[in-house]
């Protein structure tokens, strides 16, 4: 059973969303800033360790410097998903740009005076520790902007802009390498560029009113009061520790929540397998003195692209044959975009790339909808954390096995094979889930006599 048509927006509502309801067109402010400026910072340090001359390159060491860039994905996300359902989330948006811009200009100074690659990975650790609040609180914030009806087609809006926007930082990266250098004092300046767009952020968020963007019942210090005799609410200590089981809980009593980050999961671990081997392609095998970071950069905006077609094509089709549909269409499209490349030709994958980022957004997007439509707001920020702790968990392991049997060249066919099986058994995970959740609602109908 699929889930309950959307009807999408016409588009001239769409964007008179965004002309008449100010607090959305500020929440994509927000969301484009910070965006940008993850992936202007994320750039310049990727290519301080990857494609700076003054440094060599192993699968190991891109391997290190990517888990290192998403491990507080993984660790701060519980804790940042039990904050965020606590405090006005307005201010954490403000706090958080303001503290990344101070983490990021350490992190441009370390790079930029030839720190060893372990003390950039501690800085940029801290400096994406600070990005988790706001990437957690943009998606929880959504809904109390928008009307619920609209939550699909905007969120598909928002989201894929915030991910052309990172695409954006990170070409920006590249192109102010040219203009301050390849070396590290170069990577170290585009850094401070990347400071100033996170306090652009913080100055967005500045413009909301106080409380406006949840979570409800938000006290005037700023704090949520919550119902003491509720035992799903635990005091504030509690509530941050075990934020992270929270969100799981969540997850598993809304199927269709499961069955998305099914797939979002599958997707990332074939994503960090993708990536490893990318880059270690354009490095040695591709590099012919015109490729090496610039066939990276051309693979990247081909991903972008698809992205960008995402946010036409997930409102269309979860309108016309449902959620379910559309994740399982998505993500046999991405098993055969996966078995393409094992010809390891540059064009093919090039044209590869294009497809996964299309319906590899489709399936977040999907994922997205679910979580904001299908779970209650007290627990919404808990369950975006958990879902940044699976969207990055799955990505950093994969990177770690691919670092482990993937060649000095990058080309590596069974890897492949392993990505378009694990498409497949996510195939399987979002239909039982589905079948879960008729089943429950079966059982209920029984027990109350429906």
Not at 230 to 259: E, F, N
Not at 442 to 448: E, I, P
Request: proline share 5%; hydrophobic share 50%.
């Amino acid at each position: 059973m699929t889930s309950p048509p959307v009807r999408p927006p016409e588009r001239k509502a769409t964007w008179r969303q965004f002309r008449d309801v100010p607090n959305l067109l500020r929440l994509l402010g927000v969301r484009l800033a910070s965006q940008f400026t993850d992936g202007l910072f994320q750039a310049a340090l990727g290519t301080a360790i990857i494609f700076n001359p003054e440094r060599a390159t192993t699968g190991s060491a891109i391997a290190a410097g990517l888990a290192v860039l998403l491990l507080p994905y993984s660790l701060v996300g519980p804790f940042a998903g039990a904050l965020l359902d606590r405090w006005d989330r307005r201010q954490v948006f403000i706090g958080a740009n303001c503290l990344r811009a101070v983490l990021i200009l350490i992190t441009a100074v370390v790079v930029g005076l030839g720190g060893t690659e372990t003390a950039m990975l501690v800085a940029a650790l801290a400096v994406g520790g600070a990005s988790r609040f706001v990437a957690s609180g943009l998606s929880a914030a959504l809904p109390h902007v928008v009307e619920r009806e609209q939550v699909v087609a905007m969120n598909a809006v928002t989201t894929t802009a915030g991910s052309a926007a990172t695409a954006v930082g990170a070409g920006t990266a590249v192109l102010l390498r040219e203009v301050f250098g390849a070396g590290n004092v170069g990577s170290g300046a585009t850094m401070v560029v990347a400071a100033v767009t996170a306090l652009v952020g913080a100055g967005v968020a500045a413009r909301f009113p106080r409380r406006v963007l949840g979570p409800d019942h938000v006290e005037d210090d700023g704090t949520v009061e919550l119902p003491l005799e509720d035992p799903h609410h635990p005091g504030p200590l509690r509530a941050i520790a075990t934020g992270l089981a929270h969100g799981a809980l969540a997850v598993w009593r809304a199927p269709t929540v499961a069955a998305a980050l099914s797939g979002v999961g599958a997707h990332r671990m074939v994503f960090g397998f993708n990536t490893l081997m990318l880059l270690l392609l354009a490095r040695y095998r591709f590099s012919d003195g015109s490729l090496g970071l610039t066939g990276f950069s051309a693979v990247a905006g081909a991903t972008g692209v698809g992205m960008l077609l995402a946010a036409v094509v997930t409102p269309v089709s979860v309108a016309a044959v449902g959620r379910r549909t559309t994740l399982v269409a998505a993500l046999a499209v991405n098993i055969a975009a996966e078995l393409t490349m094992l010809t390891i030709s540059f064009p093919v994958i090039v044209a590869a790339a294009g497809v996964l980022g299309l319906f590899g957004q489709v399936v977040k997007l999907s994922g997205d909808a679910a979580m904001q439509t299908d779970v209650p707001d007290e627990r919404r920020g808990q369950v975006f954390a958990f879902q940044d702790a699976l969207f990055n968990t799955t990505y950093v392991a994969a990177m770690a096995i691919a670092a482990l049997v993937v060649p000095h060249d990058g080309g590596s066919r069974p890897l492949l094979v392993v990505g378009a099986v694990l498409y497949t058994v996510a195939i399987g995970a979002v239909l039982a889930c589905y079948a879960r959740g008729t089943d429950r609602r079966a059982g209920a109908s029984n027990r109350y006599g429906g």
